[in-house]
């Protein structure tokens, strides 16, 4: 379906859409342009008078939502980080249908100069921290999940159910628990961050016998890393009941140990046909119950442990920032394999009835492995090649596409029946990524096997030093697109009148419909497609200045 309800696409992560009738990849090369930009929270609350409000999270499309009046219409979804949740007609050229203000999100207090106060991140690339995660819609039951950070108590996160149609509030709750294991380590708000995207298992998408596992409305499961990462922080995931938001189940990563974040550069956990859920940790203690540089694979109801999967060399990332979990897992619809890949570069195939343990030397017993990006030494003299975000999974052929820093775009191959992995790309494309972070954020959209294209939303090549999107005050952005196949690109934004603005760090494009939705960290999203340019009337539709509702929003 067109529908785009959570972060890359659906449970498995795959980034795909393949019921895209529109964009061809002829149409692409000749007809697409960008057709207008919206403004959100025109005036941000929080940070310097040059910041405007960031949009982090990645957009979401609800297609085909029936209104009271009987009209149809499609619903692209939008949540910034000064706490506004947007809801536009897609059908109308992105009128606003309704905007809501959760609430005064938690600041980041370093200036201009550098000077750091209480900082929440460690390159100064945010103002404030409302909503960061991407959300999660339920459409067959018209409601919305939002996680906010808000700024009571220091920090308290809570989270949010919204009706889908008019943004009206169907309940909250603050996020909060102790670990179930010792030494029970409790969960602390101020020192924790919640970046990968909401995971919402309905019991429609259990197997019969299994549906009330989760519940008559679903389980939504939130994934924490940290906030501060020299504090004492753990990876976190805890998971609510859809229907009246009450705590299920919460797990510590590390509760008798240290960080261990789960944070997948914005990715979400993902989930298989059984309803099993899977998350990434980063750097932290291994060992007895801590799972730090881990795959993990959580029961659905109890979130506890049933296989996991740690590289041998896991000791040796922890002192180099070399974090397993700077990427999200991606199950393989239809067999018995899950792929993730890290900072190392190296893109693991695991079989999900039995992860892998670990073991004291090379080579790790899992399914396969590959050096997927340049690892030193190598001609680039930059030496980081991280992947970020989460791989994209193309069904009809077999593909694995993910793009590494500094380095090219490229296509591994996974064999269905076996989950080994190609041991060399069976494409790449000659652009390769500025110098430091992200790398390419992936998404792709397809009629069915025909007109696949590979969407990427990365910064702007202006220069070795405004290339890094840590640096403070952000980079350009470009939106590029690439046949599938060959990995030729497209079409880019490079040109003025197509240009993105300042790049989201970690945000996937969304893809619907004939449009591609491309957040910024300008206050603004931008769409794109093969229409002609709307008029201004379709700029800076907005009903929230500094928090407040004007009188005539929905």
Not at 30 to 45: A, L, N, R, Y
Not at 47 to 68: D, K, T, Y
Not at 226 to 250: C, M, N, P, R
Not at 365 to 385: F, G, L, R, S
């Given at each position: 379906m067109a529908?785009?309800?959570?972060q890359h696409?659906?449970n498995w992560?795959?980034?795909?859409?393949?019921?895209?009738t529109?964009l061809?990849?002829?149409?692409?090369?000749?007809q697409f342009?960008?057709?207008?930009?919206?403004e959100?929270?025109?005036?941000?609350?929080g940070?310097?008078?040059?910041?405007a409000?960031?949009?982090v999270?990645?957009?979401l499309f609800?297609?085909?939502?029936r209104?009271?009046?009987?009209t149809?219409k499609?619903?692209?979804?939008?949540?910034?980080?000064?706490g506004?949740?947007?809801?536009?007609?897609?059908?109308?050229?992105?009128a606003?249908?309704w905007?809501?203000?959760?609430?005064?999100?938690v600041?980041d207090?370093?200036?201009?100069n550098?000077?750091?106060n209480?900082?929440?991140?460690?390159?100064?690339?945010n103002?404030?921290?409302?909503?960061?995660?991407?959300p999660?819609?339920?459409?067959n039951?018209q409601?919305v999940?939002?996680?906010m950070?808000?700024?009571?108590?220091?920090?308290?996160?809570?989270?949010?159910?919204?009706?889908?149609?008019?943004?009206?509030?169907?309940?909250?709750v603050?996020?909060?628990?102790?670990?179930p294991?010792?030494?029970?380590?409790?969960?602390?708000p101020?020192?924790?961050?919640?970046?990968?995207?909401?995971?919402?298992?309905?019991?429609?998408d259990?197997?019969?016998?299994?549906q009330d596992?989760?519940?008559?409305?679903?389980?939504?499961y939130?994934?924490f890393?940290?906030?501060?990462?020299?504090?004492?922080f753990?990876?976190?995931?805890?998971?609510?009941d859809g229907?009246?938001?009450?705590?299920?189940?919460?797990w510590?990563?590390?509760?008798?140990?240290?960080?261990?974040?789960?944070?997948?550069?914005?990715?979400?956990?993902?989930?298989d046909?059984?309803?099993?859920?899977y998350?990434?940790?980063?750097?932290?203690?291994?060992?007895?119950?801590?799972?730090?540089?881990s795959?993990?694979?959580?029961?659905?109801?109890t979130?506890?442990v049933?296989?996991?999967?740690?590289?041998?060399?896991?000791?040796?990332?922890?002192?180099?920032?070399?974090?397993?979990?700077?990427?999200?897992?991606?199950?393989?619809?239809?067999?018995?394999?899950?792929?993730?890949?890290g900072?190392?570069?190296?893109?693991?195939?695991l079989?999900?009835?039995?992860?892998?343990?670990?073991t004291?030397t090379?080579?790790?017993?899992i399914?396969?492995?590959?050096?997927a990006?340049?690892n030193?030494?190598?001609p680039n003299?930059?030496?980081?090649h991280?992947?970020h975000?989460?791989?994209?999974y193309?069904?009809?052929?077999s593909q694995?596409?993910?793009?590494?820093?500094?380095?090219?775009?490229?296509?591994?191959?996974?064999?269905?029946?076996t989950?080994?992995?190609?041991?060399?790309?069976?494409?790449s494309?000659t652009?390769v990524a500025?110098?430091g972070?992200?790398?390419?954020m992936?998404?792709?959209?397809?009629n069915?096997?025909?007109?696949?294209?590979i969407?990427?939303?990365?910064p702007?090549?202006?220069?070795?030093?405004?290339?890094?999107?840590?640096?403070?005050?952000c980079?350009?952005?470009v939106?590029r697109?690439f046949n599938?196949?060959?990995?030729?690109?497209?079409?880019?934004?490079s040109?003025?009148a197509?240009?993105?603005?300042?790049f989201?760090?970690?945000?996937?494009?969304?893809?619907?419909?004939?449009?591609?939705y491309?957040p910024?960290?300008?206050?603004?999203f931008?769409?794109?497609?093969?229409d002609?340019?709307?008029?201004?009337?379709?700029?800076n539709?907005t009903?929230?200045?500094?928090?407040?509702?004007?009188p005539?929003c929905?």
């Amino acid at each position: 379906m067109a529908s785009v309800p959570t972060q890359h696409n659906d449970n498995w992560r795959t980034g795909v859409n393949r019921a895209e009738t529109i964009l061809t990849i002829s149409a692409v090369q000749t007809q697409f342009h960008k057709m207008f930009e919206i403004e959100v929270d025109p005036t941000s609350g929080g940070g310097p008078s040059l910041w405007a409000s960031q949009i982090v999270a990645q957009p979401l499309f609800a297609s085909n939502m029936r209104w009271n009046d009987g009209t149809i219409k499609d619903i692209v979804l939008v949540c910034t980080m000064h706490g506004t949740v947007y809801a536009y007609d897609a059908t109308d050229n992105c009128a606003l249908l309704w905007a809501k203000w959760l609430g005064q999100p938690v600041l980041d207090l370093l200036d201009l100069n550098g000077n750091i106060n209480d900082c929440k991140d460690i390159h100064g690339t945010n103002p404030e921290w409302g909503i960061l995660s991407t959300p999660v819609i339920d459409q067959n039951r018209q409601c919305v999940y939002v996680v906010m950070w808000h700024n009571e108590n220091g920090g308290t996160y809570k989270l949010h159910k919204r009706d889908l149609l008019t943004g009206d509030s169907i309940g909250e709750v603050i996020i909060a628990g102790k670990a179930p294991d010792a030494p029970y380590p409790t969960f602390d708000p101020i020192f924790q961050k919640q970046r990968p995207g909401l995971l919402l298992l309905r019991p429609e998408d259990l197997p019969q016998g299994q549906q009330d596992r989760v519940g008559s409305e679903g389980t939504i499961y939130i994934g924490f890393g940290a906030s501060i990462e020299s504090a004492v922080f753990h990876g976190w995931v805890l998971a609510y009941d859809g229907a009246i938001l009450t705590q299920k189940a919460i797990w510590c990563s590390t509760p008798s140990g240290n960080q261990g974040g789960i944070w997948q550069a914005g990715a979400g956990m993902c989930a298989d046909e059984e309803g099993n859920v899977y998350v990434m940790t980063g750097n932290g203690d291994f060992g007895s119950n801590n799972f730090g540089n881990s795959f993990v694979k959580l029961s659905c109801d109890t979130l506890s442990v049933l296989s996991s999967f740690t590289p041998w060399n896991w000791s040796a990332l922890n002192p180099v920032d070399e974090d397993l979990g700077s990427s999200g897992p991606v199950s393989i619809p239809g067999t018995s394999y899950i792929i993730g890949a890290g900072k190392e570069g190296i893109l693991y195939s695991l079989n999900r009835s039995n992860l892998g343990g670990v073991t004291a030397t090379a080579p790790n017993n899992i399914v396969d492995e590959v050096q997927a990006t340049y690892n030193p030494p190598n001609p680039n003299p930059d030496p980081d090649h991280h992947i970020h975000g989460a791989a994209v999974y193309f069904e009809p052929l077999s593909q694995i596409y993910l793009w590494g820093e500094n380095d090219v775009l490229k296509a591994f191959t996974i064999d269905r029946a076996t989950g080994r992995l190609s041991k060399t790309p069976v494409a790449s494309s000659t652009l390769v990524a500025p110098n430091g972070m992200p790398g390419g954020m992936l998404s792709l959209s397809a009629n069915d096997t025909a007109d696949a294209i590979i969407w990427a939303l990365l910064p702007l090549q202006v220069g070795i030093a405004d290339e890094n999107a840590n640096r403070q005050i952000c980079v350009d952005g470009v939106l590029r697109a690439f046949n599938a196949i060959s990995l030729n690109e497209i079409w880019n934004s490079s040109s003025a009148a197509d240009s993105l603005g300042h790049f989201a760090k970690f945000v996937s494009p969304t893809i619907a419909k004939g449009r591609v939705y491309a957040p910024t960290y300008d206050g603004k999203f931008v769409v794109y497609g093969l229409d002609k340019a709307m008029p201004d009337r379709f700029v800076n539709r907005t009903c929230i200045t500094l928090g407040v509702v004007e009188p005539n929003c929905k």
